[in-house]
Every structure is written in C-alpha cells, then in structure tokens.
C-alpha cells in the first residue's frame, strides 16, 4: 500500500468536497453555517477502520476496491449510496 499516495489522494478529495467551506443549515429560528461532518478513515500497518465501522484488513477485497478508487481520485463507491452528495 502507497500510503502516501493515499494521504495525497485523501487531501484532493478533501478539497473537492469542499473541506472548510460551511454551508446555510436551515432551522426553526432561522438559519447557521455548518461544516460538513468529517469521515474518519484510520490506515494501519494491515488494515483500515472507515467511520466507526470494523476493522477491515488490505487483503480484503471491498478493502481493495476502497482504496483503489481513493488511489484512482475517486469517491469511494461503497459510500454513493449513504452519501450521494459526498463527504
């Protein structure tokens, strides 16, 4: 695993989906800005933890497809479906 080519690629990603740019949260007595909520991804010697999920070893191949899309500049396609806008 080019865990720097990771980190390079997580940072890129960070910066299209908007990292520190807060957006207008409607609420009942008006409006307040809001950053996105961030989504932890933990890089081991053998493995990733991704939000408050399980441990899930390099070797495993939704593992694999993960990170080839990060290494590729993608959005993880395991998370389009929980979040069609992105994190």
Do not use: W
């Amino acid at each position: 695993i080019d865990f720097d080519l990771i980190l390079e690629k997580v940072k890129d990603l960070n910066v299209l989906a908007g990292e520190g740019i807060s957006h207008i949260e409607h609420t009942p007595r008006g409006a307040q800005l809001r950053e996105p909520e961030p989504l932890p991804l933990t890089l081991y010697q053998n493995g990733i933890i991704m939000a408050d999920g399980a441990f899930r070893p390099y070797e495993d191949p939704s593992t694999q497809q993960c990170l080839q899309d990060i290494a590729d500049g993608y959005f993880p396609s395991e998370l389009q479906l929980r979040y069609p806008d992105g994190i």
